[in-house]
Nanobody, 116 residues
Framework: QVQLVESGGGLVQPGGSLRLSCAAP????????MGWYRQAPGKQHELVAT???????NYADSAKGRFTISRDNAKNTVYLQMNSLKPEDTAVYSC??????????WGQGTQVTVSS
């Protein structure tokens, strides 16, 4: 059982920044696509950003221009740099690992709250 561990969430003022990290143990990280998703209270689970094993990225419209997903295969870690945060970015952010053998893994989630 792969266990993803997210960190970096917290309380930030509107316009501020946070960097989320997701550590994924094991040797399969470098061949896996990784993604960040979020769920706000009363709203559907939604994609924020993804990155392929080759480094190609994809963003939700709400994240374009403000968020950056990146990965460090040497550290088995994927990051989500979030800038110009807005109150509507408040949500639980979860990391997802899509392996090449068709099984996906989720982290436990980290709370991001944007409020003055």
């Amino acid at each position: 059982q792969v266990q993803l561990v997210e960190s970096g969430g917290g309380l930030v003022q509107p316009g501020g920044s946070l960097r989320l990290s997701c550590a994924a143990p094991g040797s399969i990280f470098s061949s896996s696509a990784m993604g960040w998703y979020r769920q706000a209270p009363g709203k559907q689970h939604e994609l924020v950003a993804t990155i392929t094993s080759g480094g190609r990225t994809n963003y939700a419209d709400s994240a374009k221009g403000r968020f950056t997903i990146s990965r460090d295969n040497a550290k088995n870690t994927v990051y989500l740099q979030m800038n110009s945060l807005k109150p509507e970015d408040t949500a639980v952010y979860s990391c997802y690992q899509e392996t090449t053998y068709g099984i996906g893994y989720w982290g436990q989630g980290t709370q991001v709250t944007v409020s003055s």
